[in-house]
């Protein structure tokens, strides 16, 4: 397992991202998504493959986190091996690539996120079945070389159910074991991680963060939830 650098969402996620399957964290804009998987490559260690789709990887934030960790940031960019894709049929030849790339000095792969190029496709329902067939080589990508797998995925309101929910729900809730909501709070700059689906821990359980310089921090341990109204998602 890898960890995310948060204790209490550390054993949210039953200790840590892990490793031989796929985690899916989504939520909306500004969630701290991104802020996350950064944290966890920058402390693996090792190296990570970072898909990027939507053009959210930025060197200087990465750099920014490890000299706030008190890593080298020239090393930790230099472990960070970044592609990006500007189609859907690209990322389908990217992550068909990793196949060939990946060895024992990654640690973690990330696609950020896998379902931007797919949403903006205007035939969606014919490349759902292509979707799922990237999840699955990611899926053996982890399997194969014992490595967690984020897949980053965005969200879409759904009329029906009144509510915000991940795109492709379905496809990726297949492949996806482990399943993290991200979503703002009513007090700016704090952010709440909700388990909605676990191998093994239970379903519901809830972390407080801010994001920081550091990168993301438990906001309960820094005094920023003092209040119940500071815990009302949108």
Known sequence: ML??????????????????????VY??????????????????????????????????????????WGLD????????????????????????????????????????SITAHYRVEEQRKNLTAELGKQL???LWLARKNRIPVIVINQVHFDSRAERLKPV???????????ILRLDKLNTPGLRVAILERHRFKPEGGIVYFRITEKGIEDALETGEV????NLTPF
């Not at 209490?8 to 985690?23: F, H, P, R």
């Open 3 to 24: 960890t995310t650098g948060v204790k209490s969402l550390d054993e949210l996620l039953g200790g840590g991202i892990a490793s031989e399957v796929l985690t899916q």
């Open 27 to 68: 939520g909306s804009f500004a969630t701290g998504k991104t802020t996350l998987a950064l944290q966890v490559g920058l402390l693996s260690g090792g190296k990570v493959a970072y898909i990027d789709t939507e053009g959210s990887f930025f060197p200087e934030r990465l750099a920014q986190m490890a000299s706030a």
């Open 73 to 112: 940031p020239g090393e930790t960019l230099h472990r960070f091996i970044l592609f990006t894709p500007s189609d859907f049929k690209e990322q389908r030849r990217t992550i068909g690539s990793l196949k060939r790339i990946i060895d024992k000095t990654f640690s973690l792969i990330v696609v950020d």
């Open 136 to 138: 699955q080589v990611l």
């Open 168 to 178: 492709a729900e379905h496809t990726l809730g297949y492949r996806c074991k482990d």
């Open 226 to 229: 003092k209040k119940e109204g």
